[in-house]
Structures are given as structure tokens and as C-alpha cells.
């Protein structure tokens, strides 16, 4: 069976926190094992270049976004990483694109609409961040997109942009389907991932700062799992401190957990040492993983290096069937 193309994309914004990793770099990381796909993973510097604009700061999250994937277990001899700005192919599909997408179906971005809520000055890139988002999908004939519930509005606008462009500068028998510029994307939403709840009960979120750092040492987890706020259990629960125990279930399956809380009921403490225990026990491997790969910043940079060598051949050839469809080669 012909494997299907995967491309995923993530803004180097900051520290991953155990809800990205069992909400999003899990799932990259089962999906690229399985075997069934030929996978893509971006770092994308250039839409994060609305958030960070601090040279100092893009080169640290982008290197450490870099490890964090690497130390989590994508694994450069089966996937393809690659930092998206690498690529000139992608910036120049956008502005190819921004000449056929009109301004009032970017003003319906859910994104764009809540920055505009919160400030009128928007940057332009921020108003065309879907539009860079499709050239990026579209440029590899991506199959899949996997992404949370809030990105896929932006796999619409890819497809919407996609089938506008094969309308304007395809060929015009549609049953000639292969001959078609572009391929539509499905995304690929992770429906069946559990919203991890933060040392508050809240989502787990670094706008929170309620988060337990996917690679923190042991000190830092237990300081972290000490905080968690503890409700005393009800009885509907069975008696279990549930902030406590939404979180331990990540770690531990419930059928081991059943007894362990069984037999502490109202001692939070030492549930808690026990949390501790199984996600220090978890981390390690991919601290320890993460640590070496700090050491050796070359051997990442290579990894890169190679991973936009393999994407950009896929890229500029896209990139010269559209300049030949749209008549500037
Ligand atoms: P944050 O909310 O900390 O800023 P991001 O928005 O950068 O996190 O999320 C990156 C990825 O991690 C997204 O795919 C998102 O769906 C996933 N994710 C973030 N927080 C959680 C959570 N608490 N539970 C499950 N998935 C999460
Ligand atoms: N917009 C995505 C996010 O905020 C990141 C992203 C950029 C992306 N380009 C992509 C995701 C292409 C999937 C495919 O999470």
C-alpha cells in the first residue's frame, strides 16, 4: 500500500508542557510508527514571526522545539523535519495565493477575528497567516494534516484555496483529476484526545502558567504536582481528588490506579509522591534523551539542514508547475 502524505506543522513559541505532548507530539510520533504515512513535521519560524520577533529568542525556541521533537522520538531516518522560512518556496505560494484570495474570506478567520477583538492594529502577517498555512499544506500534495480541533478551520481555507487555484489555472476538463495542481487535504483532527487539565483543574496551557514541563527535572515536578490544587474528592468520584487523578491517569492505566487510590483516600500527600514517582518515572527516558541532543547543537542543525534539502525538491517542483500554470516560466 502507497503511503499517504502527512504534514504537520508548529510554531516555535515556548517550553512544551505534558499537554502538547499527549495532546499533539504523541500522536506525531505513533502516526510516523505506524508506517502508513511518509511524514513532514515543520517548525514553523515564519508564522511565529508575528509572536517573536526577538533574534535571540527565535534561535533558542526554534533550536529547542528542534530537541523537543527529536527527545519525544520523531525519528529523522523515518520523517522529514524541516524549519518552514529554509524554503523560500513557501513564502513565495503565499503571495501567489494572496493574489486570488480576497480580503472579506480572510476577514472570517476565527484567529484573525479574535486578534481583532483583542487589538485593532493586526500585522499583515497575522491577517495572512492562513494563507501561508495553505502554501505550506499544499506544496507537498499532503493527503493528512494532523491538528487540534482550533486548527481546522485553516485546512478549510487550504482546501477553498486549493480547488480556487485549480479552477483559475488548471486544466479545464475536471475529469482530468490527476492533472490537477493542487491536492485537497483532509485534516486528520485528534478528536479522541483528552484535554489535559493544568495544576488548576483549568486546560493546560502556558497562557495559564498552570503547566507541568514535559521535560522538567524532578525537582520542578514535584514542585509542580505540590501545587496542584486539591479538591477534596466527592463521592460521585469514589472519593478521589480529581485534579490529582485526571492527571495520573495519563501515566498509569486506571485499573492500576484503582487500588492505589483505594487504599489513600484523603491522603493527598501521598498520592501525590505517587504522581510524582510515575511521571518522573515517564519523563526521564526523554529528559536524559534531550540532555545529550543539547550537547551536540551541530548534529541538530544537520538534522535540519538535511530535512529542508529532502522537503525543498518536493517543493520546487511544485513551485515550477505553478509559476508554468500561472505563466510567469
Ligand atoms: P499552549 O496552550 O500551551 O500555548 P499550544 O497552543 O502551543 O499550547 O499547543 C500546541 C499543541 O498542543 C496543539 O496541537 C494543542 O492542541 C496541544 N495542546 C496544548 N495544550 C493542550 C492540553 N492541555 N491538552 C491537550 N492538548 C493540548
Ligand atoms: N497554525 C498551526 C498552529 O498554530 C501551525 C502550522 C503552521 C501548521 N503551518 C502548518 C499546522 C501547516 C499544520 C500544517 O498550530
Not at 509572536?51 to 520523531?74: H, P, R, S, W
Not at 479545464?172 to 483532527?189: M, Q, W
Not at 548534529?299 to 525538491?313: D, N, R, S
Amino acid at each position: 500500500m502507497s503511503q499517504k502524505i502527512l504534514l504537520s506543522g508548529v510554531k516555535p513559541t515556548g517550553s512544551a508542557h505534558i499537554g502538547n505532548y499527549f495532546g499533539a507530539m504523541k500522536q506525531m510520533v505513533d502516526l510516523q510508527n505506524t508506517g502508513n504515512y511518509s511524514c513532514l513535521i515543520m517548525i514553523a519560524d515564519y508564522h511565529a514571526l508575528n509572536f517573536i520577533q526577538n533574534k535571540d529568542e527565535m534561535k533558542k525556541l526554534t533550536f529547542e522545539l528542534a530537541l523537543d521533537y527529536l527527545a519525544v522520538g520523531l525519528d529523522p531516518k523515518k520523517i522529514v523535519i524541516f524549519k518552514q522560512s529554509d524554503i523560500s518556496a513557501h513564502t513565495e505560494l503565499a503571495w501567489i495565493f494572496d493574489t486570488i484570495v480576497t480580503v472579506p474570506y480572510l476577514e472570517r478567520a476565527h484567529a484573525f477575528k479574535d486578534a481583532e477583538v483583542k487589538d485593532k492594529e493586526i500585522n499583515v502577517g497575522t491577517f495572512n497567516y492562513p494563507v501561508l498555512m495553505a502554501a505550506d499544506i499544499l506544496l507537498y500534495n499532503t493527503d493528512v494534516v494532523p491538528v487540534g480541533q482550533d486548527q481546522k478551520q485553516h485546512i478549510e481555507y487550504a482546501r477553498d484555496i486549493a480547488l480556487k487555484f485549480n479552477h483559475i489555472f488548471g486544466p479545464k476538463n475536471v475529469a482530468e483529476y490527476e492533472d490537477l495542481i493542487f491536492k485537497l487535504p483532509e485534516p486528520l483532527i485528534l478528536e479522541n484526545v483528552a484535554v489535559v487539565p493544568g495544576v488548576d483543574g483549568r486546560k493546560m496551557s502556558k497562557s495559564y502558567g498552570n503547566t507541568i514541563p514535559l521535560f522538567a527535572t524532578r525537582e520542578e515536578i514535584t514542585k509542580a504536582v505540590m501545587s496542584i490544587v486539591t479538591d477534596s474528592g466527592k463521592p460521585e468520584d469514589g472519593g478521589k481528588p480529581m485534579n490529582v487523578y485526571n492527571i495520573h491517569k495519563l501515566f498509569k492505566s486506571e485499573e492500576k490506579l484503582r487500588e492505589l487510590y483505594d487504599m489513600n483516600k484523603g491522603k493527598y500527600k501521598a498520592l501525590k509522591d505517587a504522581l510524582v514517582e510515575d511521571i518522573d518515572a515517564f519523563i526521564k527516558p526523554m529528559r536524559e534523551r534531550r540532555a545529550e541532543l543539547v550537547k551536540k547543537p551541530k548534529k541538530v542543525m544537520k538534522i535540519l539542514e538535511k530535512g529542508a534539502k529532502q522537503a525543498g525538491k518536493i517543493a520546487d517542483k511544485k513551485l515550477v508547475e505553478v509559476k508554468q500554470a500561472i505563466g510567469v516560466l
